[in-house]
Antibody
Framework: QVQLQESGPVLVRPSGTLSLTCAVS?????????WSWVRQTPGKGLEWIGE???????TYNPSLRSRVAMSLDKSKNQISVSLNSVTAADTALYYC??????????WGQGTLVTVSS | DIQMSQSPSTLSATVGDRVTITCRAS??????LAWYQHKPGKAPKLLMF???VLESGVPSRFSGSGSGREYTLTISTLQPDDFATYYC?????????FGQGTKLEVK
């Protein structure tokens, strides 16, 4: 059974960097799937942030490309995302998910990150 | 970016009803469409992919159809567990984009 669990700071200061980790169990991040991050905001709904493959290859949403970076730790079977220069508009529920052919077939429960001073 | 638009935004229904949610893309997505069910505090659940292919374990009362720019999700006989928010997502091209959601609520 594939399970994903997001973790990270719940509060980030404006202009700071948001960093989250997703622990994956029941599947290896070194397999054939891509791994993605999605966020949910009241204003913009669900927004795909980007994806990462075990080779380190990434694809980012152009709307966030200048501020986002994804990485993975194969030894811990974890993926991570960081978003710099955050503003209140980055306040959201952040999800990690396993991608299968472009669809997200397993999701974490999400972690709420608030950007505020 | 491909814009996805769902209608209605809110749907009030009763157990046993047949309900349909529509998703329209700003350009053809050639059937590369997924549907998700989301309940508060829970992980979103993939229901369907390639517009009409049911994900393993999803009840057969869920069905999908469509092509080009317009797609529908139908629940044939609404069950109590089906009250949730439903999202469509296109994966025809980057960046992947979602509809704004349809909240299915108890009438």
């Amino acid at each position: 059974q594939v399970q994903l669990q997001e973790s990270g700071p719940v509060l980030v200061r404006p202009s700071g960097t948001l960093s989250l980790t997703c622990a994956v169990s029941g599947d290896s991040i070194s397999g054939s799937n891509w791994w993605s991050w999605v966020r949910q905001t009241p204003g913009k709904g669900l927004e795909w942030i980007g994806e990462i493959f075990h080779t380190g290859g990434t694809t980012y949403n152009p709307s966030l490309r200048s501020r986002v970076a994804m990485s993975l730790d194969k030894s811990k079977n974890q993926i991570s995302v960081s978003l710099n220069s955050v503003t209140a508009a980055d306040t959201a529920l952040y999800y990690c998910a396993r991608q299968s052919g472009g669809t997200m077939d397993h999701w974490g429960q999400g972690t709420l990150v608030t950007v505020s001073s | 970016d491909i814009q996805m638009s769902q209608s209605p935004s809110t749907l009030s229904a009763t157990v046993g009803d047949r309900v349909t949610i529509t998703c329209r893309a700003s350009q053809s997505i050639s059937g590369w469409l997924a549907w998700y069910q989301h309940k508060p505090g829970k992980a979103p659940k993939l229901l369907m992919f390639k517009a009409s292919v049911l994900e393993s374990g999803v009840p057969s009362r869920f069905s999908g159809s469509g092509s080009g720019r317009e797609y529908t999700l139908t629940i044939s006989t609404l069950q109590p567990d089906d009250f949730a928010t439903y999202y469509c997502q296109q994966y025809n091209s980057y960046p992947y984009t979602f509809g704004q959601g349809t909240k299915l609520e108890v009438k």
